[in-house]
């Protein structure tokens, strides 16, 4: 008689689906946190990340409280549950981080990204580059006989958006800022 084949967790009604469905699931959030604004702080926070293979999609930083000299990282990462709640345990376990906060889970956020785009077009492809760029209310921030700089603003989606549009018409070259994010509301 022949061994069964039966893969785990190939059926929803099999004795051998065990494993808990929701350990798989890859998410992405949006991280923030306040730390003190000196030398080596953003390298510990970032060396967190690296040295246990956690990946950044996007990266943000500036000083938000000149007296008390305190800036806000703005972090947007990927990975299941588990692994958030560890990255945020570890982020708070960090001397100069004052405050971490999961904006993903804590309600509603505005997250906003700044990108500036350089187009090289002439003729019909000048004309559509500068159509598209006022539906996706873009501005023009620089402009030559054979090249366009806009500078838009939104939601990473909407970027994305732009770039796939402008690819064709002559996209030259991207520079991103990344993801700057506040809770909504007090």
Same mark, same amino acid.
Request: proline fraction near 2%; charge should be negative.
């Given at each position: ?5 039966? $893969?785990?967790?190939?059926?929803? +009604? ?18 923030t ?5 000196e030398?080596?702080?953003? /390298?510990?926070?970032i060396?967190?990340?690296?040295g246990?293979?956690?990946n !950044? ?17 703005t ?18 376990? !960090? ?11 804590? %309600?509603q956020?505005?997250e906003?990204?700044?990108a500036?785009? +350089? ?5 019909? $492809?000048?004309?559509e580059a500068l159509r ?21 603003? %939104?939601?990473?989606? +909407? !970027? ?14 991207v520079?991103?800022t990344?993801?700057? /994010? ?5």
């Amino acid at each position: 008689m022949s061994a069964l084949k039966i $893969k785990k967790g190939s059926s929803s +009604k099999s004795a051998y689906n065990l494993r808990d469905p929701n350990l798989d699931v890859i998410e992405s959030h949006t991280l923030t946190c306040l730390v003190d604004n000196e030398a080596g702080v953003l /390298a510990r926070v970032i060396g967190l990340f690296a040295g246990r293979g956690y990946n !950044i999609e996007s990266l943000t930083v500036a000083e938000v409280d000149h007296e008390g000299h305190l800036s806000r990282i703005t972090i947007v990462t990927t990975g299941t549950p588990a692994v958030i709640e560890q990255i945020k345990a570890q982020l708070g376990r !960090i001397v100069p981080v004052h405050e971490v906060h999961d904006l993903t889970v804590e %309600g509603q956020s505005v997250e906003r990204e700044l990108a500036l785009f +350089k187009v090289e077009g002439t003729g019909d $492809k000048r004309v559509e580059a500068l159509r598209l760029a006022d539906i996706f209310r873009a501005n023009v921030v620089d402009s030559t006989l054979d090249s366009f700089v806009f500078e838009i603003t %939104g939601t990473t989606e +909407k !970027i994305d958006a732009f770039a796939d549009l402008m690819r064709p018409l002559g996209l030259i070259e991207v520079a991103r800022t990344g993801v700057a /994010a506040l809770s909504r509301g007090i």
